[in-house]
């Protein structure tokens, strides 16, 4: 087995092991592998090994990677901070959209999603810890973008995403994590057809699943830490 594919099995592990401690179903929480900065070697290593959900970060790499990668099944999920000028190839490549902030960004998302596509599936991202630098929307402006998003033609509004300042305290961890949950169950109690929570990542995955997380963005714990150089 390749390095990678060892890694892959020890984070499946590792999912499996806190939805038993945890109470949640097996197979309840999705891994996304992100490969921000990773070569395409990676990605077909990791999808040779049974993945086929990824994500990144940054338009034009993940653009590259979506092209390239046509025709190998896999699904494309963009995670990262989204400028208005940047959403037409997003909206053109991708299947899912984690990172929707403001009203712009879904309107433009939505009209340029290609026809003959399904309607992109997306999540609003909310900036829970309050933390000024974080992309995501304030808690209090959550509710109205959801009702907004929800109403776009070509998006498909699927939940909540939020990447909670790093803490090494598990209970510090949960708490954005439930914050999250909360929300989102106050969303469907409206009304909205919710099903998932983006939240969690190599250093607070256990935390994340104990709160509720439906899906968790793996990219160190997979493919390494990453090189920016
Ligand atoms: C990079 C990134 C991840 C993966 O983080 P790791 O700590 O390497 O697992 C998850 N989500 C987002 C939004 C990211 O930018």
């Given at each position: 087995m390749s390095a990678i594919a060892d890694n892959l099995q020890a984070v499946r592990i590792r999912i499996a092991t806190a939805e038993r401690l945890y109470g949640?179903?097996?197979?309840?929480v999705q891994l996304l592998a992100v490969s921000k900065t990773k070569p395409l070697a990676d990605v077909l290593a990791a999808r040779a090994a049974g993945q086929t959900a990824f994500g990144e970060n940054y338009v034009q790499e993940g653009v590259e990677k979506c092209r390239t990668s046509a025709g190998q099944a896999l699904e494309w999920h963009f995670i990262g901070p989204l400028q208005t000028n940047k959403t037409r190839p997003v909206a053109e490549n991708f299947a899912w959209v984690h990172s929707i902030d403001r009203l712009k960004i879904a309107e433009r998302l939505s009209a340029q999603r290609?026809?003959?596509?399904p309607p992109l599936q997306v999540c609003v991202q909310v900036?829970?810890?309050?933390?000024?630098?974080?992309?995501g929307c304030a808690p209090a402006t959550a509710r109205d973008l959801c009702h907004a998003v929800a109403t776009l033609p070509s998006l498909r509004l699927r939940g909540l995403m939020a990447i909670p300042e790093p803490s090494d305290d598990f209970a510090a961890q949960r708490r954005p994590f439930r914050q999250l949950r909360e929300l989102l169950e106050q969303l469907r109690a409206e009304g909205l057809p919710l099903d998932t929570l983006s939240m969690g990542m190599t250093h607070d995955l256990e935390a994340a699943i104990a709160e509720g997380a439906t899906l968790v963005r793996i990219g160190t714990a997979i493919f390494g830490e990453r090189n920016y150089a």
């Open positions: 949640r179903p097996t197979g309840s290609p026809p003959e596509l900036n829970v810890s309050g933390e000024t630098s974080k992309s």
